[in-house]
Nanobody, 127 residues
Framework: QVQLVESGGGLVQAGGSLRLFCAVA????????MAWFRQAPGKEREFAAC????????KYADSVKDRFTISRDNAKNTVYIQMDSLKPEETDVYYC????????????????????WGQGTQVTVSA
């Protein structure tokens, strides 16, 4: 059974930084494209960033480009997202997601393409 567990969320002031972690178990981690999404209450889940199986191909949402950095460590079965210059409107629950793919370079921003999800971690950005 594939399990994703996020951590690292919390309260931060506007302009501050947080680093989120997603530990993955129950699968061959390097078989999966990984992504981070976020969702505020009453809103649709929003794509933030994704990374291909090797870590060499990355895609960001325009809203986070140049402020967020996604990375992965296949030896530790973990994906990260470093979030800098956070804004109050980015107060959301952040989710890690995994998509099994045979395509080594695949990156995808559509939530329906992801097979497994974590429980989410709350990020609160105060003004």
């Amino acid at each position: 059974q594939v399990q994703l567990v996020e951590s690292g969320g919390g309260l931060v002031q506007a302009g501050g930084s947080l680093r989120l972690f997603c530990a993955v178990a129950g699968c061959t981690f390097s078989d999966y494209t990984m992504a981070w999404f976020r969702q505020a209450p009453g809103k649709e889940r929003e794509f933030a960033a994704c990374i291909n199986r090797s870590g060499g191909n990355i895609k960001y949402a325009d809203s986070v480009k140049d402020r967020f950095t996604i990375s992965r460590d296949n030896a530790k079965n973990t994906v990260y997202i470093q979030m800098d210059s956070l804004k109050p409107e980015e107060t959301d629950v952040y989710y890690c997601a995994a998509a099994r793919t045979a395509w080594w370079e695949r990156v995808v921003s559509i939530s329906d393409e992801y097979n497994y999800w974590g429980q989410g971690t709350q990020v609160t950005v105060s003004a």
